[in-house]
Each structure stands twice: as C-alpha cells, then as structure tokens.
C-alpha cells in the first residue's frame, strides 16, 4: 500500500531519462527526444524528435525479461545515433579534414561521421568483450591452472578480476580532459531530473543543490550486469575457457533483461534494502559523474524541457529552425532534400 501511494505521489519518477554527450546532454521521455549541445560560440543548439519504441507496438515485448532486452538493444542504436548528432551540432564536420578525412568524405560523403561512429561502436563492443569477457575468464584459468585450484570459487575470482578491469578502465578515462567534460555534464543531466521529479521548478539554482548520484543511471546497470554474471557463471563450465566465453555471450540478453528488472525496480521503490543494492553502483557513479557548472546545468534544462514539450508548453526556443530555413532558402537540390529528417535543430 506505501509502494502505491508513494507512486500516486510522485508520477514523475521514472518518466525521464538521459545521457552526457560532448559538451551536452541528450533526455528521452514518452513525448520525445532532445539533444542540447552548447556550441563553442556559446549558443546552445537543440536537436528533437520522436521516442517511440517497438513495445508500443508489439505487447509482447512488454514482457518482464524482453522489455529489458529490448530497451538495451533500442537504447544502444538511439545512444549511436545521439553522439553522431551531437558531433554534427557541436560543429566538428565543419573542421578542414585531413588526407584520411578527404578519402572517408570522398567514399561515404556527408555520412562519414556516422561511418566513423560505427566503426568506433563495433570496436567499442569488440573491446569491451575482450576486456569483460575474455580477459577476466583467461586470467582466472591461468591462475586455477598454475597458482592455485580455484574450484568453486572461480567464478567469484573472475567477477573480481572484471570489476578490477572495469573500475580500472573508468579511472583511466576520467583523467582525459574531454571526457571529464562529459561526465560533469553527466552530473548536469542527473541533477536535472532529480529536480523534475522533485516537482520544483528546473532553475539553475534548484538544479545546483541536487545529488548528482542517481539509481538508474546507466553506470549502476553496468555494474548490476557484473554482479548478475558473476552468480551465473557460477553455474558455466570452467575448464574449458573458449566454451565458457561463448556461453556467456549467449546468455547476455537474460542478464540485461534480469539488471533492466532490476533498476526499474530500485528506481521506483526506496527503502534500506533497495539503497543497501543500490550503494555500489552509487559509489561507481563517484567517477563517472562530476559536479557541473551552471552552463552545463543551463544545457540540461533545455534538454529536459525540450523533451517534455507537452509538460512545458511554454518553453519556446528563440530562432526555432532559423538554422534548417537558412539552409534551404540557400539550395534547393535533391542533396539536401534526402538529408531532411524528422528532427528539429533550435538555438538559444
């Protein structure tokens, strides 16, 4: 009865989501998608469009389990296409190419950022299978086999071998620079929807007091997905590593399906059992988010509000399309036709 009631008083919760991009943010909600890049002249550009997702259209996929599996995968190809978008807003195609550049635009034309994007997706994936997956499984089989039997506790070892590589991997990233930018604009867009779903208005100021710790952040997933594999690949054979490997790339969609469950659940429900699950991803979340200035917070909340258009009806961009118009009354052709799409770009 408490669970519902708390539901009842807060219908926010849930209802918005994000990511950190150079130098922007990018929300989903039921009404829409926005991404809000801040230029490096300062203008605040905003990208829009459609959420819908293939569970409105088939129940099926509503199912505990699927549902999970099925947001990762859509959530995956609207993350590819968000930092695609955001490079583009951010103005990174306008700089003069190199020799590789010139050759990528002669063979892929205006679609090499996105070629670029998916080449480093692939590569990112292939890698993270390698250091997650493979590495953990082939350094826990060396040390059973040369140093000590580890029997029943092999699984545990590898799990502690995989966190080991995974906290490892965040500390390195987080001293370079540019991405230390992101993850304060990480903090930014958890802020932000704290703020929304605290129900006060998204000014800087509210916005600045908010924990930047947020339970469904996709930092706490990931760190859920480690803890699920580790409980089961308890039960995978160990001797032969190529075997377990395979079986564990196979058994991925239930893991992302069982940690979707999860953190759906721990965001809608706080208790000391849900905060006791929820403390180590929380505790990850100490280097994957930093603490934002005001102008990443200014860029978050015209993300949140453009997501929302419906809940704010009176959040209107200055210049709206001035961008998109210019650039059709300037050519006509064909080129330009094809490259329309469903989506809004907007300046502030």
Same mark, same amino acid.
């Given at each position: 009865?408490?669970?519902?009631?708390?539901?009842?008083?807060?219908?926010?919760?849930?209802?918005?989501?994000?990511?950190?991009?150079?130098?922007?943010?990018?929300?989903?909600?039921?009404?829409?998608?926005?991404?809000?890049?801040?230029?490096?002249?300062?203008?605040?550009?905003?990208?829009?469009?459609?959420?819908?997702?293939?569970?409105?259209?088939?129940?099926?996929?509503?199912?505990?389990?699927?549902?999970?599996?099925?947001?990762?995968?859509?959530?995956?190809?609207?993350?590819?296409?968000?930092?695609?978008?955001?490079?583009?807003?951010?103005?990174?195609?306008?700089?003069?190419?190199?020799?590789?550049?010139?050759?990528?635009?002669?063979?892929?034309?205006?679609?090499?950022?996105?070629?670029?994007?998916?080449?480093?997706?692939?590569?990112? +994936?292939? !890698?993270?299978? @390698? /250091?997650?997956?493979? %590495?953990?499984?082939? =350094?826990?089989?060396?040390?059973?086999? $040369? &140093? #000590?039997?580890?029997?029943?506790?092999?699984?545990?070892?590898?799990?502690?071998?995989?966190?080991?590589?995974?906290?490892?991997?965040?500390?390195?990233?987080?001293?370079?620079?540019?991405?230390?930018?992101?993850?304060?604009?990480?903090?930014?867009?958890?802020?932000?929807?704290?703020?929304?779903?605290?129900?006060?208005?998204?000014?800087?100021?509210?916005?600045?007091?908010?924990?930047?710790?947020?339970?469904?952040?996709?930092?706490?997933?990931?760190?859920?997905?480690?803890?699920?594999?580790?409980?089961?690949?308890?039960?995978?054979?160990?001797?032969? +590593?190529? !075997?377990?490997? @395979? /079986?564990?790339?196979? %058994?991925?969609?239930? =893991?992302?399906?069982?940690?979707?469950? $999860? &953190? #759906?659940?721990?965001?809608?429900?706080?208790?000391?059992?849900?905060?006791?699950?929820?403390?180590?991803?929380?505790?990850?979340?100490?280097?994957?988010?930093?603490?934002?200035?005001?102008?990443?917070?200014?860029?978050?909340?015209?993300?949140?509000?453009?997501?929302?258009?419906?809940?704010?009806?009176?959040?209107?961009?200055?210049?709206?399309?001035?961008?998109?118009?210019?650039?059709?009354?300037?050519?006509?052709?064909?080129?330009?036709?094809?490259?329309?799409?469903?989506?809004?770009?907007?300046?502030?």
């Amino acid at each position: 009865m408490g669970c519902k009631d708390k539901k009842q008083i807060n219908p926010r919760m849930g209802t918005v989501g994000g990511q950190a991009v150079m130098e922007g943010v990018m929300m989903k909600s039921r009404q829409g998608v926005a991404t809000a890049v801040r230029r490096f002249d300062g203008e605040i550009v905003v990208r829009t469009g459609s959420s819908k997702s293939l569970k409105d259209k088939y129940k099926i996929l509503k199912l505990p389990l699927i549902r999970g599996i099925v947001n990762f995968i859509e959530m995956m190809a609207l993350s590819f296409s968000t930092l695609t978008s955001s490079a583009e807003m951010l103005g990174l195609e306008e700089e003069e190419p190199g020799k590789f550049g010139k050759w990528l635009e002669k063979h892929f034309g205006k679609s090499v950022m996105s070629f670029v994007s998916l080449i480093g997706t692939v590569l990112g +994936v292939g !890698l993270a299978l @390698v /250091l997650f997956i493979w %590495l953990p499984a082939f =350094v826990s089989k060396l040390i059973s086999r $040369y &140093i #000590i039997n580890l029997g029943n506790w092999y699984s545990l070892v590898e799990g502690f071998i995989k966190m080991i590589i995974f906290i490892s991997y965040l500390l390195l990233v987080s001293l370079i620079p540019d991405i230390k930018r992101v993850f304060a604009y990480h903090g930014a867009e958890h802020k932000s929807i704290f703020c929304y779903e605290a129900g006060e208005e998204l000014t800087v100021e509210n916005i600045r007091t908010k924990s930047r710790f947020h339970p469904r952040c996709g930092t706490s997933f990931i760190f859920v997905l480690l803890i699920i594999s580790i409980l089961i690949g308890a039960v995978l054979p160990s001797k032969i +590593v190529w !075997l377990r490997v @395979v /079986l564990k790339v196979l %058994l991925l969609p239930l =893991v992302v399906g069982i940690g979707y469950e $999860y &953190i #759906i659940y721990v965001g809608k429900h706080e208790n000391g059992l849900t905060r006791i699950l929820s403390a180590p991803g929380l505790l990850m979340q100490r280097i994957t988010t930093k603490e934002p200035d005001d102008t990443m917070i200014e860029v978050a909340v015209v993300a949140v509000k453009s997501a929302l258009r419906e809940e704010f009806p009176d959040f209107v961009v200055p210049y709206e399309n001035q961008r998109e118009k210019a650039e059709t009354n300037e050519t006509n052709t064909q080129e330009n036709k094809t490259e329309e799409s469903t989506t809004e770009e907007n300046v502030i």
